[in-house]
């Protein structure tokens, strides 16, 4: 591997733990304002300092993250559809190369939909962005995206997904956690990160899921809408952190973040 596209991996994977905490704020490209995501900027700046690296738009960089004050970019190239569209796998390249490099982002980021209407276009899609990132030195992520249809997480697929994605090129793949999530990652010859999917019910629940995930041997998480639509993002993220970069159990990770709850809430300083 070229010696830039090692550096920009060993952005995003920390040498230290060789994992990854990935702040993922790129919904709005097909969600429009996704609830806590209204203003982009305000919910995320407080969480940069705790992430390895930011997933978002291009739009969102520019508009809602300070230069100065960001982390590594992983750049989300993909788009063209909507939720309120006829197939939300209807996704192309949307932002070019040079603007990846102009961003000096340390990924470039993309749906795959496979066994989906367009599955054929996004998978030329991911081919032809691996291509361009080979070119430049700039790693590329595939998103074993679902659509709608998120029972379609099971290891049967998603190992299917995540193996074409590495056969493809991709040098890291994102996917859903799920039960077998062992084949999942047996299968997959490239790292493996996990998105957190929908809010899950209860904040402890998604600590459980990120412990399972490093358990089973994902390299980190990309999680967006479980931390930022928790109550106490912070907290959150920092726990979420301690599972990923310091193998902590579900239950010291749940121990510190009632702690940084109690340091937001100021309520258990009579405790
Ligand atoms: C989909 O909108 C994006 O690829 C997200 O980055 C991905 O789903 C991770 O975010 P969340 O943890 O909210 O599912």
Not at 130 to 146: D, F, M, R, S, W
Request: proline share 4%.
């Amino acid at each position: 591997m070229d010696w830039g596209m090692k550096n920009r991996l060993a952005h995003i994977f920390q040498p230290a733990s060789g994992n990854t905490v990935m702040l993922a704020a790129d919904h709005g490209y097909f969600l429009g304002a996704v609830s806590r995501l209204e203003h982009v900027g305000d919910t995320i700046t407080p969480l940069i300092p705790y992430a390895d690296a930011l997933m978002i738009t291009r739009g969102a960089i520019r508009t809602s993250i300070d230069p100065l004050n960001a982390k590594p970019i992983v750049l989300r190239v993909s788009g063209g559809n909507s939720i309120a569209g006829e197939d939300l796998s209807n996704e192309k390249i949307t932002t070019s190369i040079k603007d990846a490099v102009r961003l000096n982002v340390s990924a470039i980021a993309l749906s795959i939909y496979v066994g989906a209407k367009y599955e054929h276009q996004t998978l030329l899609g991911l081919s032809e962005l691996v291509n361009q990132g080979q070119e430049y030195g700039i790693p590329v992520l595939a998103v074993t995206a679902v659509g709608k249809e998120l029972e379609k997480r099971d290891a049967r697929f998603l190992s299917l997904s995540c193996r074409i994605a590495a056969e493809l090129g991709a040098h890291f793949v994102k996917t859903y956690y799920c039960e077998n999530f062992e084949k999942v990652i047996n299968t997959c010859p490239v790292p493996v990160v996990i998105a957190g999917g929908p809010k899950l019910k209860t904040d402890v629940d998604a600590l459980k899921l990120a412990h399972d995930a490093i358990g089973l041997g994902a390299k980190g998480v990309d999680m967006g809408r479980n931390i930022w639509q928790s109550k106490y993002p912070v907290p959150m993220i920092k726990a979420i952190k301690s599972i990923v970069h310091e193998k902590a159990s579900v239950k010291d990770a749940e121990e510190l973040f009632n702690e940084e709850k109690c340091k937001v809430d100021k309520a258990c300083e009579s405790n």
